[in-house]
């Protein structure tokens, strides 16, 4: 069976998303699976113009839209017409060229849209894929409201997607169940789950050891990711900044950017703790692991939205599968991920106080537990129920109900 994803962005641009798409991808040509890639126009607008309208990235080739005209850049409505545009030329196009037996459209639902009308012309059926409420998103971003007339257009113009494509994926319980009480859902359903390759982290519990066996160690407290406001980073800096008023010894390490980058060091500089928080910036990809290294705690005090109540994030599981202790506030996404049994702190989301009396906890079982046995426990939960194999392994059902021939 051969599979057009079609994407709203890829590598080489580095995202959750893209890295998503990439394990995928490859998961599916270990099943069988055929697929060819494209991308709509904002590619180009973010990474910039490719050299034509075909590009290799990591070894896989992705067909392209052109970016818009300068003129066109500059005005919302006609750059939004021209993504819609070429993603249905483009589309129309790649389908005679690759004749697949499916069109697999990922967020955002602009991509099930334009999927979804070619399907139809082409006679091929459409999976839509869910991997967030992008006007969730917007609403923290600050470009709209939730409730606005354009946030419950966006909803409104996914459920009309989801409403008519042939089946339905999400991410998450969490998003599935919330689509499922406002929009009639398709008789084929699948959630995959984000995932890890377990193998591709190197298990550091030891190393973690050997530094709580020092008791001169101070702990390195750490958020490795972008700087969005709900991801609830200046509740960490205040916790910080109340265990360092107790006198409990520790660092923090903030690695990334984002819109709150500035806010956050003005925080820093305003609770006096230049001395022990470290804000390197963003860093290329192929150095995170050498900041993971150096950091004992995860944190992820992520603030209550329906966002982050609905969606499942993924750096955790890196994270686990490193051999690291976890901090992470109790919101609906952290609580799908993280199951009871698997040794991660949880505090009240947007309680600093809370989050500080975790993160010294948390220090003191490091202490204690000589083997860190619990952290080993996590790691097994995500080799086992976790793994990007067993994640892809669930499209196979939604592919052969769907699917014109069995590839």
Request: hydrophobic share 40%; aromatic share 8%; with cysteine.
């Given at each position: 069976?051969?599979?057009?994803?079609?994407?709203?962005?890829?590598?080489?641009?580095?995202?959750?998303?893209?890295?998503?798409?990439?394990?995928?991808?490859?998961?599916?040509?270990?099943?069988?699976?055929?697929?060819?890639?494209?991308?709509?126009?904002?590619?180009?607008?973010?990474a910039?113009?490719?050299?034509?309208?075909?590009?290799?990235?990591?070894?896989?080739?992705?067909?392209?839209?052109?970016?818009?005209?300068?003129?066109?850049?500059?005005?919302?409505?006609?750059?939004?017409?021209?993504?819609?545009?070429?993603?249905?030329?483009?589309?129309?196009?790649?389908?005679?060229?690759e004749?697949?037996?499916?069109?697999?459209?990922?967020?955002?639902?602009?991509?099930?849209f334009?999927?979804?009308?070619?399907?139809?012309?082409?006679?091929?059926?459409?999976?839509?894929?869910?991997?967030?409420?992008?006007?969730?998103?917007a609403?923290?971003?600050?470009?709209?409201l939730e409730?606005?007339?354009?946030?419950?257009?966006?909803?409104?113009?996914?459920?009309?997607?989801?409403?008519?494509?042939?089946?339905?994926?999400?991410?998450?319980?969490?998003?599935?169940?919330?689509?499922?009480?406002?929009?009639?859902?398709?008789r084929c359903?699948?959630?995959?789950p984000?995932?890890?390759?377990?193998?591709?982290?190197p298990?550091?519990?030891?190393?973690?050891?050997?530094?709580?066996?020092?008791?001169?160690?101070?702990?390195?407290?750490?958020?490795?990711?972008s700087?969005?406001?709900?991801?609830?980073?200046?509740?960490?800096?205040?916790?910080?900044s109340?265990?360092?008023?107790?006198?409990?010894?520790?660092?923090?390490?903030?690695?990334?950017?984002?819109?709150?980058?500035?806010?956050?060091?003005?925080?820093?500089?305003?609770?006096?703790?230049?001395?022990?928080?470290?804000?390197?910036?963003?860093?290329?990809?192929?150095?995170?692991?050498?900041?993971?290294?150096?950091?004992?705690v995860?944190?992820?005090?992520?603030?209550?939205?329906?966002?982050?109540?609905?969606?499942?994030?993924?750096?955790?599981?890196e994270?686990?599968?490193?051999?690291?202790?976890?901090?992470?506030?109790?919101?609906?996404?952290?609580?799908?991920?993280?199951?009871?049994?698997?040794?991660?702190?949880?505090?009240p989301?947007?309680?600093?106080?809370?989050?500080?009396?975790?993160?010294?906890?948390?220090?003191?079982?490091?202490?204690?537990d000589r083997?860190?046995?619990?952290?080993?426990?996590?790691?097994?939960?995500v080799?086992?129920?976790?793994?990007?194999?067993?994640?892809?392994?669930?499209?196979?059902?939604?592919?052969?109900?769907?699917?014109?021939?069995?590839?």
């Amino acid at each position: 069976m051969k599979i057009l994803h079609v994407f709203d962005h890829s590598l080489p641009l580095h995202s959750g998303y893209t890295f998503r798409s990439r394990s995928l991808i490859r998961y599916q040509h270990e099943m069988g699976y055929e697929t060819c890639h494209l991308t709509g126009s904002k590619q180009a607008i973010h990474a910039g113009p490719s050299k034509g309208l075909n590009e290799t990235a990591d070894g896989l080739e992705f067909y392209r839209c052109p970016a818009p005209p300068r003129w066109v850049a500059h005005n919302r409505v006609l750059q939004q017409l021209h993504v819609i545009t070429w993603l249905l030329i483009r589309t129309y196009q790649v389908c005679g060229i690759e004749k697949p037996d499916l069109l697999h459209a990922h967020s955002p639902a602009l991509n099930g849209f334009c999927a979804l009308i070619i399907g139809r012309i082409r006679r091929i059926p459409v999976v839509y894929e869910i991997r967030a409420f992008w006007e969730d998103a917007a609403v923290d971003h600050g470009s709209t409201l939730e409730g606005s007339f354009r946030y419950r257009l966006s909803q409104w113009f996914e459920e009309w997607v989801v409403n008519r494509v042939g089946g339905v994926v999400t991410i998450c319980n969490g998003l599935m169940s919330d689509l499922a009480g406002r929009a009639k859902l398709p008789r084929c359903t699948a959630i995959v789950p984000n995932a890890v390759d377990v193998e591709k982290y190197p298990d550091r519990t030891d190393t973690l050891k050997l530094r709580w066996h020092n008791r001169d160690n101070i702990p390195v407290v750490g958020f490795i990711g972008s700087f969005y406001r709900y991801e609830g980073l200046d509740l960490l800096v205040e916790a910080v900044s109340l265990l360092h008023k107790r006198g409990v010894a520790l660092k923090l390490l903030l690695v990334g950017g984002g819109p709150e980058e500035e806010r956050l060091k003005h925080l820093v500089s305003e609770h006096g703790l230049q001395n022990i928080v470290d804000m390197p910036g963003r860093v290329p990809h192929e150095e995170v692991d050498t900041y993971y290294e150096r950091v004992d705690v995860l944190a992820y005090p992520r603030r209550s939205m329906r966002l982050t109540e609905t969606v499942t994030p993924l750096k955790p599981l890196e994270a686990m599968s490193m051999g690291r202790a976890l901090v992470m506030s109790d919101v609906g996404g952290h609580l799908e991920l993280i199951p009871d049994g698997t040794g991660v702190a949880l505090f009240p989301s947007g309680d600093a106080s809370a989050l500080a009396t975790a993160l010294e906890s948390v220090f003191h079982r490091l202490r204690q537990d000589r083997e860190l046995g619990f952290l080993h426990k996590a790691r097994q939960y995500v080799a086992e129920q976790r793994s990007w194999a067993a994640s892809v392994a669930n499209y196979a059902p939604l592919y052969q109900a769907l699917g014109r021939s069995d590839g």
